[in-house]
């Protein structure tokens, strides 16, 4: 049996790469109360568990190398100048097959998840994205791509 914290940590790292995709390749301004909703601050001025929490998301998914940021904000409340790592974008990007056969991109998958709330398959989608990411670094054969024709100019006297 999973524990909170495990089903929160899933739900904002899909907030995240969903915010970061929209913005990208553009600096953004990652808040703790954009995705916990209002910080609770205790008497000592200590964020509450779950915003405590989200925020240290923030933290290792730049340590794991998918997204970056410029710094943080004061009291732990979000980071400034947060953008997704190319391994992020690649492997957002990526395509993925539902077990119906449906197949889309691991990002389209995550939208459409946090619209119907479908809370299960953004847990799938977060585990895919990380089992991917442990296996970046593994030697991968280049396809073959088309070529498109060259292109040719013109010019309006008929000479080239």
């Known amino acids: 049996m999973k524990t909170t ?5 899933h739900y904002c790292c899909a907030e995240v790469f969903c915010a970061l995709y929209a913005a990208f390749p553009l600096p953004y301004l990652l808040l703790v109360e954009d995705i ?8 000592t001025g200590l964020p509450d568990r779950r915003s405590q929490a989200c925020f240290e ?7 794991h190398d998918l997204l970056r940021f410029r710094t943080l904000e004061p009291r732990n409340t979000g980071i400034e100048g947060a953008a ?3 391994k992020a974008f690649v492997l957002l ?9 449906e197949a889309m991109s691991r ?14 398959d953004i847990e799938s989608l977060i585990n895919d994205i990380f089992r991917t990411n442990l296996q970046w670094s593994a030697p991968v054969t280049s396809k073959t791509l088309p ?3 060259p292109f040719s ?8």
Request: proline share 2%; glycine share 8%; aromatic share 10%.
């Open 84 to 86: 997704l790592t190319q």
């Open 93 to 101: 990007t990526g395509q993925i097959t539902w077990s119906s056969g």
């Open 153 to 160: 100019s013109v010019s309006e006297d008929g000479d080239d």
């Open 107 to 120: 990002i389209q998958a995550l939208l459409e998840a946090r619209r119907n709330r479908a809370y299960g």
């Open 5 to 9: 914290h495990v089903d929160d940590f």
């Open 57 to 63: 998301t923030f933290l290792w998914l730049a340590e």
């Open 147 to 149: 070529k498109a024709a």
């Open 36 to 43: 916990t909703g209002p910080i609770q601050w205790d008497l």
